[in-house]
C-alpha cells in the first residue's frame, strides 16, 4: 500500500504485457484503476482488482465515451498511462503508407486522443499526471523499426511540449522508456507485407530479426516498469524521462548523446551484425 492517498487511474492496453502489470501493481497499492481494452469480455475478466471498461484508442468516440465513463464512475482522473500500443516491423522502404498509417494511428494518435479527453478532468480539478509509455526506440531509430520509432519519437516530442503548457493548470507529463520486456507484443508484431517478399533488405531483416527474438526471450518481466509508474505518481515534481530495463540497453542512450554520431553508428552496427 502506497503513503500516498489513493488515486483514480486509466490504464489503456490493460490486458495483457505493461499495461497489466501497471494495472495490477496500482490496484494492489489501493488505487482505484480501470483498464482499457479493446473489447471487454462478457464475464468482465481482467487484472485482478482492476475495473475493466472497452476503449479503442483509435476511435474517438469510443476514446472520449471510455474517460466519460470512469469520470463519470469515479468522480475524477487522478492519472492516466498510455499504454496502448502496437509494433510494425520492415525497412522503411518496404512499408506501405497505409502500413505506416496503422503503426502511428495507435502509438501516436492513441495517445494523443486519450489526452485531449482527460486535460479538461484534469485541469478543472487542478491536478493529473500523464504517463505516456514510450520506449528506448523513442531515443534511437533502429533499422527494421523505423516506423515503430518514428511513432514513438513523435510521442516524446508530443509529451515535451504538452508538459509545458499543461504545467500551469498542476498537470505532470511525464514519459517511460522502456527497452525490451518479456510480453506478449512480439507475439502480435506485424512484419510489412513487402517484408516478407523478395526484399532487397531481405538478409539484413533476417539478422536484426534473430537477434531481436533473442534479446526478448532473455529480457525480464514487465513489474519494473509498474513499480515506476508508481513511484513517478508519488512525486510531486517527476522528471520528464525515465528508462527502465536491462542495462545493456539503457546505455545506449548516454552513448548516443556523447559519442560522435559516426562512432555510436560504427558501434550499433557491430553489436547488431549488419
Known sequence: MSDAAPKTVLVTGASSGIG???????????DRVFGAQRRV?????????????????DDDRSVED??????????????VVNNAGAAWMGSVED???AEARAQLETNFFGA?????????IMRAQGSGYIVNISSLAGVLGLPFSGLYSASK???EGLSESLRLEARRFGVKVVLIEPGDFRTQLPLARRQTAASQGDSAYRAAFAKVKVQQDKDEAAAPTPEPVAQLVARVLDTPAPRLRYSVGMLSQRIV???????PQRLFETLLVRVLGL
Open 20 to 30: 497489466r502489470a501497471c494495472a495490477e501493481h496500482l490496484a494492489a497499492r489501493g
Open 41 to 57: 469480455p462478457p464475464s468482465g475478466e481482467g487484472p485482478a482488482g482492476v475495473e475493466m471498461i472497452a476503449m479503442d484508442v
Open 66 to 79: 471510455g474517460v466519460h465513463a470512469v469520470h463519470a464512475r469515479a468522480g475524477r482522473i487522478d492519472a
Open 95 to 97: 512499408t506501405s503508407i
Open 112 to 120: 494523443l486522443r486519450v489526452c485531449r479527453a482527460v486535460l479538461p
Open 153 to 155: 519519437f513523435a510521442l
Open 253 to 259: 542512450v548516454p552513448l548516443k548523446r556523447a559519442l
